[in-house]
């Protein structure tokens, strides 16, 4: 008798076993999600944008404020404007290419630029290069020498965004430009 209690407990037990085995054997569900890389190839004398200048996102106030990004990527405000969380600010990204202790000269296009929305268009000003020591770049060049003796060189640049009172909210956007010279 207790031969034959215990055979169809394990029966059972063998049963539930092999139910869930062939479960366990269905064939997953997978997806394809297409991902991206990029790549710049810089040639000699030469330099190219690695990221884009970026405020981020500000909340507007009822009186007019700044957003600044320093070249290191620190975001500061003044007045009425807020910095919203993890708002995706960045200052530009450049690198190139010359010879080790080679004199380069950087300027801008303009002092000024504006960015342009919905919208009255905002100011951006007091563009400053990420050197040592970090120097405000103005379209008078300022002359600098590549220290890496590959020649290889990177710099950030920040700058300031003049924010309205009761800013139209959307998006702006703004060109500027930037030249180097190798001497």
């Given at each position: 008798?207790?031969?034959?209690n215990?055979?169809?407990?394990?029966?059972?037990?063998?049963?539930?076993?092999?139910?869930?085995?062939?479960?366990?054997?269905?064939?997953?569900?997978?997806?394809?999600?297409?991902?991206?890389?990029?790549?710049t190839?810089?040639?000699?004398?030469s330099?190219?944008?690695?990221?884009?200048?970026?405020?981020?996102?500000?909340?507007?106030?009822?009186?007019?404020?700044?957003?600044?990004?320093?070249?290191?990527?620190?975001?500061t405000?003044?007045?009425?404007?807020?910095l919203?969380?993890?708002?995706?600010?960045?200052?530009?990204?450049?690198?190139?290419?010359?010879?080790?202790?080679?004199?380069?000269?950087?300027?801008?296009?303009?002092?000024?630029?504006?960015?342009n929305?919905?919208?009255a268009?905002?100011?951006?000003?007091?563009?400053?290069?990420?050197?040592?020591?970090?120097?405000?770049?103005?379209?008078?060049?300022?002359?600098?020498?590549?220290?890496?003796?590959?020649?290889?060189?990177?710099?950030?640049?920040?700058?300031?965004?003049?924010?309205?009172?009761?800013?139209?909210?959307?998006?702006?956007?703004?060109?500027?430009?930037?030249?180097?010279?190798?001497?």
């Open positions: 008798m207790i031969w034959t215990r055979f169809p407990q394990r029966a059972a037990t063998a049963s539930l076993l092999a139910a869930f085995a062939t479960l366990a054997v269905q064939p997953a569900h997978a997806g394809t999600t297409p991902g991206s890389a990029e790549i190839i810089v040639r000699p004398l330099f190219v944008i690695d990221d884009n200048l970026d405020f981020g996102t500000v909340v507007r106030g009822t009186t007019a404020g700044t957003v600044t990004i320093a070249p290191t990527g620190t975001r405000q003044t007045g009425g404007v807020a919203a969380n993890g708002g995706g600010h960045k200052p530009a990204s450049f690198a190139g290419q010359g010879t080790f202790n080679q004199r380069v000269d950087i300027s801008l296009g303009a002092n000024t630029i504006f960015l929305g919905p919208g268009p905002m100011r951006v000003r007091d563009f400053v290069i990420g050197s040592t020591p970090t120097a405000v770049l103005t379209t008078t060049p300022l002359r600098f020498q590549i220290a890496a003796p590959t020649g290889i060189f990177a710099f950030p640049v920040g700058a300031t965004l003049e924010v309205a009172a009761n800013q139209a909210p959307g998006s702006y956007t703004g060109n500027w430009s930037i030249t180097l010279n190798y001497f």
